[in-house]
């Protein structure tokens, strides 16, 4: 009985509880927002993000407060963009281009061939070459040439390489492909020369996970990247995901050392989907403070390798507070907390390593 009675007081006051330290977070941290000193020294600091939530007073304000770009999560992808074969739906994403351009935010597009998560009707329709060469070569026309001017870089080509550094099997590639199966990043080329077309100021970037550091999958990316540059394809960036779990940090040694290469094509690079997952209980209780620290830890060393390296103009996190994020739906409950912003809008230790870097950055681009 006393439970019944509690209960109903007590949430609202946790909730208002909650509201409040939101909101002064949001005020310790307004004069020394991520995007002042971003801008002060070019660099573009970025966060995925979702236009359902633009309604959130909350999510708008620090968006719009702390960074200088976005980049949708989701809804510039083909389930979004084309529902059904040539049927067109810019609406969402053109939510998201509204927003930037209310708040003097660049946006990036996110992404135009990726071998998973396509709608059922392109992964399961049994199209031919020449059909999905079609298929692929209209969708890039119809969004690059939509948003053209607007979104100022796309990635283009998601996730193309396995660990290995061998191409993966997909569509687009050999499950039949576009016509080039079995001709290396031949399928890639041709991509990014059907993009150019469209918008040929839009910058194209090439974008994967866990190819941070030196290993097999980045050797790979650096070895397109390089063919494409001597022979004049237009790929102009290699984004970095970052997505990093149980403080797996094997790629963070090398990052350096691989930006460096990337940089001597004549590559940006864009850090482009940083989060880093920290053990959460199924509970929803909050993560243990030395988890957070050793979070903002590894959150400063990507900083500093991006602030470093004048190629690295981008730092973007995969959604930036942790009522948001895919991590807990992708490792059912067991990671979480990966963001610099907690479910209440107050920044972490994460995001106080991240401004530290940016506030003593001394190269400016
Ligand atoms: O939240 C709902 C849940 O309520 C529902 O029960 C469940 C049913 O399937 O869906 C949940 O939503 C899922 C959502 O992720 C949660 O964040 C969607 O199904 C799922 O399709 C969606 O997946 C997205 C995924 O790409 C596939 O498009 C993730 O949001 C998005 O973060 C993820 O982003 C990718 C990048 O594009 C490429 N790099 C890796 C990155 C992370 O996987």
């Not at 660099?43 to 979702?50: D, K, P, S």
Request: overall charge neutral; proline content about 6%.
């Amino acid at each position: 009985m006393r439970t019944r009675h509690v209960t109903p007081f007590i949430l609202p006051r946790v909730v208002s509880i909650g509201a409040i330290l939101g909101t002064l977070g949001a005020t310790v941290c307004s004069a020394q927002s991520l995007r002042k000193h971003a801008d002060r020294i070019g660099i573009l600091v970025g966060a995925a993000v979702n236009p359902a939530h633009f309604g959130e007073a909350p999510y708008a304000s620090v968006l719009a407060r702390e960074f200088n770009m976005v980049e949708p999560e989701n809804i510039m992808k083909w389930t979004t963009i084309e529902p059904a074969l040539g049927q067109f739906n810019f609406g969402p994403g053109d939510e998201v281009v509204a927003f930037a351009e209310a708040h003097g935010m660049k946006v990036r597009g996110h992404n135009l061939l990726w071998g998973i998560h396509n709608p059922a009707w392109l992964a399961s329709g049994h199209f031919t070459p020449d059909q999905l060469s079609k298929i692929l070569r209209d969708h890039i026309a119809k969004e690059v040439g939509h948003y053209a001017g607007r979104v100022f870089a796309w990635d283009l080509v998601n996730e193309a390489f396995d660990d290995h550094g061998a191409l993966r099997h997909s569509i687009w590639y050999d499950q039949p492909g576009i016509g080039l199966a079995g001709k290396g990043t031949a399928y890639i080329e041709q991509v990014f020369r059907w993009a150019h077309e469209a918008d040929p100021q839009a910058l194209l970037f090439y974008n994967d996970y866990d190819a941070e550091g030196i290993n097999p999958k980045s050797d790979a990316i650096y070895a397109m990247a390089k063919d494409f540059k001597s022979r004049g394809v237009p790929i102009d960036g290699v984004g970095l995901q970052m997505h990093i779990f149980n403080f797996n940090t094997r790629n963070l040694p090398t990052l350096a050392a691989n930006m460096a290469r990337l940089a001597a094509l004549g590559v940006k690079i864009h850090i482009t989907e940083l989060d880093v997952g920290i053990p959460v209980d199924a509970a929803g209780h909050p993560a243990n403070p030395a988890d957070l620290e050793k979070q903002a830890e590894i959150y400063r060393q990507v900083a500093t390798a991006c602030v470093a390296q004048l190629a690295c103009t981008a730092f973007q996190t995969w959604g930036f507070t942790d009522k948001y994020s895919w991590i807990p739906w992708a490792t059912k409950g067991k990671s979480g907390d990966g963001l610099p912003f907690d479910k209440n809008y107050a920044p972490k230790p994460a995001y106080r390593a991240v401004l530290d870097v940016f506030t003593q950055a001394k190269h400016v681009r």
